[in-house]
């Protein structure tokens, strides 16, 4: 009688161990997917909101003998991606050069502003949409010519 009880209660502590464990289990089950769900909205790591540089007034960012008048080239201001174009002799203007549509990194090729990712073309001059998929324009960024050099701001 005794043994019997004895391997009863054995046999509940034992399911009661399971029990606990299942539970342990089904939290450490949860425990990935609430991760993953805080941790889904923390992708965003630009601090100017659309990539465009804000606080890099007065940086050295090119030397204008080295952009293509008529054309572009990839430089970067406050450690953002920026395209630096030259319509005209002595005239620069700056783009930020993250693509509006999917946020790659817009290059130049000749005089035309493409994006890797899925074929956006922009204005070199204006930052303006040539071709979709993108809608918007890149942002322009102000840039400023001093000397031989180009300044941010
Ligand atoms: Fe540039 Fe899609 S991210 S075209």
């Known amino acids: 009688m005794d043994d019997a009880r ?3 209660r054995r046999t509940a502590l034992a399911l009661g161990g399971t029990g ?3 539970g342990a289990l089904i939290l450490a089950g949860c425990a990935p997917s609430d991760s993953d769900g805080a941790g889904g909205s923390g992708t965003g790591t630009d601090a100017g909101g659309d990539g465009t540089p804000t606080a890099a007034a007065g940086e050295d ?3 204008l003998a080295d952009i293509p008048v008529g054309g572009s080239i990839s430089a970067t201001i406050g450690g ?5 174009s030259q319509p005209t002799a002595g005239e ?3 783009f930020s050069a993250i693509c509006t549509h999917q946020r790659c990194t817009v290059a ?6 493409i994006c890797p990712c899925h074929g956006s073309t922009f204005d070199f001059a204006t930052g303006k949409v040539e071709q979709g998929p993108a809608l918007e324009p890149l942002p322009s960024v102000p840039v400023s ?3 031989d050099r180009v300044i941010a701001g």
């Open 108 to 113: 130049p090729e000749g005089a035309a502003l």
């Open 80 to 84: 953002e991606p920026v395209l630096l």
């Open 92 to 94: 620069v203007v700056a």
């Open 61 to 63: 960012v090119a030397a």
């Open 6 to 8: 004895e391997l009863s």
């Open 145 to 147: 010519v001093d000397g």
């Open 20 to 22: 606990a464990l299942g």
